[in-house]
């Protein structure tokens, strides 16, 4: 009998273990997919400001994406199942996010009374990741789903066409805005909740590390800005030629066989 109490008792404490675990797990989770959607976000901006090195490069850096340097032939399909990915990601990040916002009038109530009284710079950023993320989910979600539907779609000619012809650039502007702070925040945020600071001293590092937020914000809105405007006046000189594919000079010297145009959409 004493033996049955003591598996119960010890299944008891094990199971409430269990249950305080989750929270730490679950947050974990969301750490792990917002800092990889954060180093996504980076790469990406860095692969779509290859067309400040000219058409040529960024025509480059999407043959590469579509595999054309791996297969020798582009794969479209490639561009498609990895924003699939990202996007599952994005959902995945979003569902573990949203378990700490504020659901009623009450708790934001609460919320703002403890932000008003604490005047703490660490929690009107937690605001910052709220107003973001949640903005951020539909910006993202339209751009992704451009890039599943339309994955031949992509080049100097047809991401500018995109851009001005098809009056996209308002999005992509709010888009660059929003992720970029976004993930320049919550990868402070993360930071700091997991101990990650480039300073023995917690003040100087979590110092150290806002410095970094703030350079990552200013860095790539300065990089994604000057890009955009390059799509832009792109865009604008290919107005009166929208639907034509771009193809590079270094294909056009090549045999016809091996010349790979932009894919018309």
């Keep these: 009998?004493?033996?049955?109490?003591?598996?119960?008792?010890?299944?008891?404490?094990?199971?409430?273990?269990?249950?305080?675990?989750?929270?730490?797990?679950?947050d974990f989770m969301q750490s792990a997919s917002g800092l990889f959607l954060a180093l996504f976000l980076w790469v990406h901006l860095f692969a779509e400001a290859s067309i400040l090195l000219g058409k040529d490069a960024m025509y480059r850096v999407t043959m590469?994406?579509?595999?054309?340097?791996?297969?020798?032939?582009?794969?479209?399909?490639i561009i498609t199942l990895f924003s699939a990915f990202i996007f599952a990601?994005?959902?995945f990040h979003a569902v573990l996010a949203v378990r700490k916002i504020p659901v009623?009038?009450?708790?934001?109530?609460?919320?703002?009374?403890?932000?008003?009284?604490?005047?703490?710079?660490?929690?009107?950023?937690?605001?910052v990741q709220v107003y973001t993320g949640f903005a951020l989910f539909f910006l993202a979600s339209v751009h992704l789903y451009g890039m599943m539907s339309q994955p031949a779609n992509i080049g100097p000619y047809a991401s500018s066409d995109r851009v001005v012809s098809e009056w996209m650039w308002p999005l992509y502007l709010l888009l660059l805005v929003t992720s970029v702070v976004h993930a320049a925040v919550g990868s402070y945020r993360v930071?700091?909740?997991?101990?990650?600071?480039?300073?023995?001293?917690?003040?100087?590092?979590?110092?150290?590390?806002?410095?970094?937020?703030r350079g990552f914000i200013v860095f790539f809105l300065l990089?994604?800005?000057?890009?955009?405007?390059?799509?832009?006046?792109?865009?604008?000189?290919?107005?009166?030629?929208?639907?034509?594919?771009?193809?590079?000079?270094?294909?056009?010297?090549?045999?016809?066989?091996?010349?790979?145009?932009?894919?018309?959409p």
């Design 89 to 91: 990601i994005l959902i």
């Design 1 to 26: 009998m004493g033996n049955s109490n003591e598996l119960a008792v010890g299944a008891a404490l094990t199971g409430r273990r269990e249950s305080r675990l989750w929270p730490a797990r679950l």
């Design 223 to 264: 990089l994604g800005l000057a890009s955009l405007a390059t799509y832009v006046r792109i865009g604008l000189e290919h107005r009166d030629h929208y639907g034509e594919r771009y193809v590079p000079t270094w294909l056009q010297e090549s045999p016809p066989q091996t010349a790979i145009p932009e894919e018309a």
């Design 64 to 77: 590469f994406f579509e595999g054309y340097y791996i297969f020798g032939d582009p794969y479209p399909i």
């Design 104 to 127: 009623t009038y009450r708790q934001y109530r609460v919320y703002q009374d403890h932000r008003k009284v604490m005047r703490h710079e660490d929690t009107s950023l937690w605001w």
């Design 191 to 213: 930071g700091v909740k997991w101990g990650w600071l480039p300073a023995r001293d917690p003040v100087l590092g979590r110092q150290r590390l806002k410095w970094l937020m």
